[in-house]
């Protein structure tokens, strides 16, 4: 009993996303169990709907009242979020289709990614309850939606820094969507709707691709798949919304020994990593390696211009770390090509030390002291027609070690955010996390005045020039 | 006028790295001055011998009397740092042979590297000079010795971090050296002796690499190289070095783009990257990609005892990251077999919750929280034939979100140094350098507690597995 795409199903999502209440059932006043952290995650994230605490034993948590059975709820329940051990399920499905509910989210496990005959015997049985009944299932073995906006939010997260942006996502793993929600939020990436979707019994990453290429506030999608349910809906959807908006996947279970690992974790039969880049060859969609790379493209789908070539304009600190940014870009598609005789005159202007290279890479070793200097040099490259980008590769260490300025990196990025305002040309930064926790510290404090500024900053040239490769593409095919 | 390989360069080299006096020439009052930084580099480094600050302003510096000329200074000298602009070095040297100096390095640029016919004639005018009068030359355009034992650095090292240990370098680049020799020490990587070696008018890198194959303190070799001076000569002892001791070449310019960067960083001209992957192939030295994969190597060799195959066994949180886990070890050549039915027995009685996957890689999520059934379960491993090696992927977000104790990861952390002393298997750990500043702060402070307990750490899955492939295939020819 396969569902197809109606109008029907983009209203039950749509509903899905905005519960105007939501229950969460499994609480107890153990403060390790998991129902009560799921409460807690809602309450601290600022849920602005009716709240339902549900367990056994009754009482009291956080001026909420605990409801033995589910049933006692005296209000309508829109969302519930199922925390209890696997041989209850059934019985809360059965309760909820009683009281109309519209969907069912599981973050209990034991179904049928245990392998094993009982767990996916009950995983059929609970999917025929929820639809003789009309309730949606999200699940099982998964932490649910995640929509920052409604104050709705996966278990344990971190609000302090959650803010609505351009990003969906349909992630397979719980884990995996904690990582990038913490991490992106860190980063500058922000969310739109998002959805930990586990098992798939019912809803499967096709629904949520469905909807995420209608929803408004989604410009950007990444998914994480182990194994797709509706190989050929999926298919159809993925060209659809490829077309219109940048989508990319991390294929989870690619190799042999990742499908054994993904068989276990969500029960899906992974496909060879062959057929997935054929898929994403015929639908424009983009094949990432792991999640810091679609990270990284997250944040150049978030923050940059179209880019409209493949020539990179440099600018440096130190000859060697140059030589080796050339050399990456080069390795990724892109060329490093010599300045104008013109540019190269008034960048010479700009440079104190004679000798130092202003070919392209730029050495901005002394002008990166100051910000005065280093602006300019940034607005002689932006009004170049010979490149089409630029990369500022912020050496901490070199810069810290030579400089003995403390202020002369804030300074220059603080230039750099400047510079971005009127620019017309996309720019990216390069900033390590790397060395001391005094250096950890600056290179924090740095990251998060570019992020602030609109600037995109990646940990390496090589992280940098992989998501700018993949990004050009896109804007070479999607002109 | 090459010069051979004889017994007499040997004891060249071997006065170079222990120098009982150093002079450094070009030190003003003026506190950006290179000289005085060279200066307070050295005396902040606790360099051991005599140090003679030359200026023509003279005076006193930190307890030193300044010389006005640097052949006023009373004594011998056997080391100079030259920080003179380029026209007063032919100057300089002519004193250093009538002095009876045995080295001089050059901080100095504005030579070939410049690509100029003056800088050119230059540079072998100073070589003509230094060569009749048997005065040897490092440079010019580069940062000198680093012999952290005899307290000689390069420029602005933070000496706080500095120990002696394994590995050597011989780099072209200064920026390079000094990165690697701060981030490195920041991850476990200690030092025998190093050179930044410029644009190696005199002595190059066959002459260091020949010095560092013989050094009984040196037992790992990096290099980084834009342009070789005698490639036959460099290729016979890359040949001998690279079957006694692991070296690693970082190639820069093997690109267009690079190596025209390559051509006004060092003056090297430098050749295609398919003839260093066949120099590497030949000689059994290892290519790497950026400086990121050479400290990654590094710390491979440094810690790690030799790994006889290529079965992974992995313990990690969460599925999700599980299974990236197991695809990037196959991605990169490993195999991550399923655990006998005796080890899974016994990992399931120390696995809390039914159902976490135990199957490889382990999901050890719940018994994290438990360093005493986390370090059982580690031992379980150890004794296990089925695996080679061990991956522990310490995924600080999904930790720290879901078990809210902040001592949870610390004592994970503790039980790994703990297994470590008495494990026959060797491991290496994975933890992110990503989050919030706090979060940063503590991957610090568990990566420096990891490295003091002789455990290696990666920050990345696919960063641990590019290393341990290299490692392991070194293993694999060298038995």
Redesign the interface.
Known sequence: MVRGNSSSDKQELENIFHPRSVAVVGVSLD?ASWGQ?YLFSLMEFGYRGDLFPVGRQGGDIAGLKIYEKFLDIPRPVDYVICCLPAPLTLQLVSDCVDKGVKSVQFFT??FS??GEEDGIALEKKLLEIARRGGVRLIGPNCLGIYHPAQGLTI????PH?ARSGPVGFI??????S??LV??GA??GIHFSKGVSYGNACDLNESDFLNYLAGDADTGIIGL?I?GVKQGKRFFRELERVAKIKPTMI?K???????S???A???GSLAGAISIWRAICRQTGAMLV????EMMDLMIAFSYLKPVRGRRAGIVG???????????????YG?????FSPEVREKLLELTPR??A?I?N?VDSYLMSWDPVLFSQALKVLDGYEGVDFLVVDI?L??SV??S?RSDSLEKQVEAIVDFKTGSSKPLVTVL??????D???L??ELQQKLIAGGVPVY????RAVCALDKFVSYHEVNR
Chains 1, 2 share one sequence.
């Open positions: 403060e952290r496990s034991g990614e245990t278990l344990n997260t971190v820094m992630f397979q793993s719980g884990g995996n904690q990582e913490e991490i860190s980063r994480y182990e991390l989870g279970g690619r190799t042999i020994s990742g054994q690992a993904a276990s974790h969500t390696d792991d999640l810091d600190v130190s000859g060697g770390r140059s030589v080796q940014a050339a050399d990456s870009c080069e390795s892109f060329s490093v090509p010599p004679e000798g290279s070919r890479p050496s260490v070199i070690l030579n003995r390590s996390f790397d060395g001391t926790e250096m950890l510290k290179s924090v940990s390496s040239m090589k």
